[in-house]
RNA sequence: GCCGGGUUGGGGUAGCCUGGCAUCCUGUGGGACUGUGGAUCCCUAGACUCGAGUUCAAAUCUCGGACCCGGCCCCA
């Protein structure tokens, strides 16, 4: 036997109804707020992510070498992907440029609970518009979703880097020297960040108000304690967001992205349920493009962990629509099969979702597997009804049974 | 990469400590039931994660690998 390899899963077809179903909730959302699909290649050059992400990420994704010599990749992510065919191909569309993706991304990276090696993200990314607008349209995407897929416990947190980025570089920290004390600030390791922020020569007093700072949480009115544009910035996004109605939206300014190309807004979004591995969402303004050889562009973006938010669904008790068949066509004895199959035939041509009797079983056991199907309806193919151009029609939940002509199965059946 | 817990027919399990060739439920296929339902009964097929070691004998004990789960690191 060969087992799939670590990190991996198959789905079988209760499972990718189930997903199906939530993948085209979040389509549709995306579409009603005027995102529009993309898809790109599930490898690229392994440059790409160590553009972006640093040579270290190397280490965390499935790279390798191809038989052309090419240093390749399985995409971690999809921002770097879609923003590369962005610089490439789409930077003459009409500003806000607005688009979404899913499908599956690799990490390798140790599986554990809501976290595997071959995973599906969904996402939307705005291009062009650094405003706070925009910043509330994809943060509005982004709840919107979690909202009609039926998330009950969950929440938004937003911040905004140019806070602490601003802080730093008033104590002569800037650009790449800040990463390392903002990784610290972001994971709420406070000893450990005035120590890196005192070897970066920032005064305590100085480091004891910034981390202050990070501390601020709540609802907008803690936007209080800080002043100018940023607070602007974050208000503005408020007032939108307040129009849809969360009410499960706060400040938090210990979000935090040690990444550079962050340049305004982020926001998390958790699911208490599923403990060390909640975060269900991530996102922030940010510019890329220059990265990838284009212009410096402002966009604003998110990516959802679409399993992670499928389990946080089913630990709230989520129950996906069992499968259900319009129409079971048993014939009752084997010389009825050929009306069987022309009536399944037929029915199947007119979009009636239908099955066949396809191991000359006997009608009791037919019975039992159509009910096993869920079948709606069973269509009894014998020769008495025949013989009056008709069939019986059984009702499987009501028991229900009487003669149809077969011109009128159709109808019947809708 | 680190710490801990696991892995028995398709799914769920008993057996493991105290070695003696595997239990039950459910599901699959067939039959009782040759023109009517998820029930019942019967039959059939189907498993000890892999390898090495100890032993007369290993699902059971020992070591190692793979995979899964919980957590750490990481999380673009």
Known sequence: MIQRPRGTRDFGPEEMEKRRSLESKMRREAALFGFREVTTPIFEHTELFTIKSGPNVVEEIYAFTDKGGRDISLRPELTAPVMRF???ELTNYPRPLKMFYFGQCFRYERPQSGRFREFYQFGAELIGNPGPESDAEVIALAASIMRSVGLKDYNIRIGHI????????????????????????????????????????????????????????????????????????????FKILSYYGFDNVQVDLGVVRGLDYYTGMVFEMDAPVLGAEKQICGGGSYSL????????????????????????????????????????????????????????????REGVA??????GRSLSKNFKHAASLNARKVIIVGEKELAQGAVAVRDMSSGDQRLVKKEDLRSELQ
């Open 162 to 237: 140019g806070v602490l980025r601003g802080l730093l570089a008033s104590s002569g920290v800037e650009g790449a020297q800040a990463a390392p004390i903002l990784q610290k600030l972001d994971k709420k390791e406070y000893e450990e960040a005035s120590a890196r922020m005192a070897e970066a020569g920032i005064s305590a007093d100085e480091a004891e108000r910034i981390i202050e700072i990070t501390k601020t949480s709540g609802p907008k009115e803690v936007l209080d304690k800080i002043e100018g544009e940023v607070r602007d910035h974050l208000l503005e996004i």
């Open 354 to 359: 239908t099955e066949v009797d396809l191991m």
């Open 86 to 88: 962005f610089v490439n």
């Open 289 to 348: 493009t220059e990265l990838f050889g284009g212009e410096r562009t402002f966009s604003t973006g998110f990516g959802i962990g679409f399993d992670r938010t499928l389990l946080a669904l089913e630990r709230e008790g989520y129950q996906a629509p069992s499968h259900v068949i319009d129409a079971f066509v048993i014939p009752v004895t084997p010389s009825m099969k050929e009306d069987a199959f022309r009536i399944a035939a037929q029915l199947r």
